[in-house]
């Protein structure tokens, strides 16, 4: 146990960095259509989530393109997707329908579920040190554990760069 007065303690405001072999922390959100998912829906499957600063912009649609169309191999080894923003539903709603994305987007407006998996902190945008969404990506296995934790990923080639640490063609 980690004493929080220990000069060694990691500061309080510090993001979690989740590893492989961690527990993937559990969650439930809204989706572009406004129901409940919850990371417990899909026990027993292999799952990636990856979490992205704001749809419709262009790194994020380039992203969202590259993973829709991937999903054929992706799910075809058994894989779910799941996009995951601090957008709104209906932002959410909006972008699926503008760039035909036929996998889950989530909606995560307080930033819990970002913050649970260390995709929220601070980053480097053209030389500035600012607080926001760190785009990462995590590979679930089918017991609810940390398979690949990325942080800090490009938007393009990333889903291409995945694929081949997945060994999916």
Same mark, same amino acid.
């Given at each position: 146990m980690t004493n929080s007065s220990s000069p060694d303690a990691?500061? @309080? !405001? @510090?993001?979690?960095?989740?590893?492989?072999? +961690?527990?993937?922390? @559990? &969650? /439930?959100?809204? !989706?572009?259509? %406004? @129901?409940s998912v919850s990371l417990a829906d899909f026990a027993g499957s292999k799952v990636i989530i990856y979490f992205y600063p704001a749809a419709m912009t262009p790194g994020c649609t380039t992203q969202a393109c590259d993973f829709r169309d991937s999903l054929g191999s992706l799910q075809g080894a058994g894989y779910t997707v799941l996009g995951i923003s601090k957008d709104s539903p209906s932002k959410l709603r909006e972008f699926a329908e503008r760039d035909a994305l036929t996998f889950p987007l989530l909606s995560d407006e307080n930033l819990a579920v970002h913050q649970a998996y260390g995709a929220y902190g601070e980053k480097n945008s053209y030389g500035r040190m600012i607080t926001g969404v760190l785009r990462s /990506? &995590?590979?679930? +296995?089918?017991? %609810?554990?940390?398979?690949l934790a990325l942080y800090n990923v490009k938007a393009t080639g990333h889903v291409a760069s995945l694929r081949k640490k997945l060994k999916i063609a």
């Open positions: 990691p500061a @309080a !405001d @510090a993001p979690v960095r989740l590893s492989p072999g +961690d527990s993937a922390p @559990a &969650f /439930t959100l809204t !989706d572009s259509e %406004g @129901a /990506t &995590f590979v679930i +296995d089918e017991n %609810g554990t940390i398979e």
